[in-house]
């Protein structure tokens, strides 16, 4: 079972990039509908902060205040991948950025069975 996060990197404030979650194994093979996705990141010395998360249709979609109107979720169920875009970057929005999945939407904002191993995003000033 694996949550694979990419498309971190280096960008300028103001700029954006688009995180991807994308999952493989046994428990999500045909399987990846089933489940609610949630994004998540952990700034140096901070906790673990919510961001956003999508239900299994991609129909339901809800943000953390620090991020609405920046950040979008979508998901592509036959590519088994959810989608983190992220706009307007400031400083602030330095971290490693993690997804992860849970059958039950209730669980995917808070604590996902399943965890990527994260990405680092570092937006520069």
């Known amino acids: 079972v694996q949550l694979v996060e990419s498309g971190g990197g280096l960008v300028q404030a103001g700029g954006s990039l688009r995180l991807s979650c994308a999952a493989s194994?046994?428990?999500?093979?045909?399987?990846?509908?089933?489940?609610?996705v949630g994004w998540f990141r952990r700034a140096p010395g901070k906790e673990r902060e919510f961001l956003a998360a999508?239900?299994?249709?991609?129909?339901?979609?809800n943000y953390a205040d620090s991020v609405k109107g920046r950040f979008t979720i979508s998901r592509d169920n036959a590519k088994n991948t959810a989608y983190l875009q992220m706009n307007s970057l400031e400083p602030e929005d330095t971290a490693v950025y993690y997804c992860?999945?849970?059958?039950?939407?209730?669980?995917?904002?808070?604590?996902?069975?399943?965890w990527g191993q994260g990405t680092q995003v570092t937006v520069s000033s």
């Open positions: 999508i239900n299994w249709s991609g129909g339901s979609t």
């Open positions: 992860g999945a849970d059958r039950d939407s209730t669980k995917v904002t808070r604590y996902p069975y399943y």
């Open positions: 194994g046994r428990a999500f093979r045909g399987t990846f509908s089933q489940y609610a």
